[in-house]
């Protein structure tokens, strides 16, 4: 059964603390994504990853970072977290024919 | 600017009845579509794909179309449950994109009354 983990389902950080998030998968996909989702905004896509330790921007990468050391690890992290970033955070793997296997998200809130 | 839109960010229907479900987008490149649930406190889960070289694809009670021309999509679900009450996004990709990445629409909270 496929199974994408986010370790942390609801997280509290205070303005400019640094903040780990992270996701494991246990499929042997290459390709991982970071996606952020806020109300009326859907889905927006921060950074993916293709393989070990290569990443790419999405279409908000601004104050995110990523780190792909193994394949089966994907880790975002915010440097100096601010109450913008207060959002639910959702890991993603992807199969070969396309779909995306979604972990159960991250709540975080910023204060 | 969102290249993939739905519109009606809520929709009440019926226990029994159909739920229509829109989704609109505007890159010409996107050739594969998908609809995705969404509960609260959950990730969302797949729930139904099409590739740009179909116009229907069903899988029990759910069916999705595509008007290429139109650049629009529609998930239809019949008949709606209670257990349908979820948040619906609409995600397209495009074959020129290798790395997969998907475009999510914002959503639309479908709630289904007994």
């Known amino acids: 059964d496929v199974k994408v983990t986010q370790s942390s389902r609801y997280l509290v950080k205070r303005t400019g603390e640094k903040v780990f998030l992270e996701c494991v998968q246990d499929?042997?996909?290459?390709?991982m994504f970071w996606y952020r989702q806020d109300p009326g905004l859907g889905l927006r896509l921060i950074y993916f990853?293709?393989?070990?330790?290569?990443?790419e921007k999405g279409d908000i990468p601004e104050g995110y970072s990523v780190s792909r050391e193994k394949k089966e690890r994907f880790s975002l992290i915010l440097e100096s977290a601010s109450t913008n970033q207060t959002s639910m955070y959702l890991c993603a793997s992807r199969t070969a024919s396309g779909e995306l296997f979604f972990g159960e998200g991250s709540r975080l809130t910023v204060l | 600017d969102q290249q993939v839109k739905q519109n009606s960010p809520s929709l009440s229907v019926q226990e029994g009845r159909i739920s229509i479900l829109n989704c609109d987008y505007t890159n010409s490149m996107f050739d594969y579509f998908l609809w995705y649930k969404k509960y609260p406190a959950e990730g969302p889960t797949f729930l139904i794909s099409i590739s740009s070289i179909k116009d229907k694809n069903e899988d029990g009670r759910f069916t999705v179309f595509l008007n290429k021309s139109a650049k629009h999509l529609s998930l239809h679900i019949v008949p709606s449950q209670p257990g349908d009450s979820a948040v619906y996004f609409c995600?397209?990709?495009?074959?020129?994109?290798?790395?997969?990445?998907?475009?999510f629409g914002a959503g639309t909270q479908v709630v289904v009354t007994p």
């Open positions: 499929m042997d996909h290459e390709n």
């Open positions: 995600a397209a990709s495009g074959k020129a994109d290798s790395w997969g990445k998907l475009q």
């Open positions: 990853s293709y393989d070990v330790k290569m990443k």
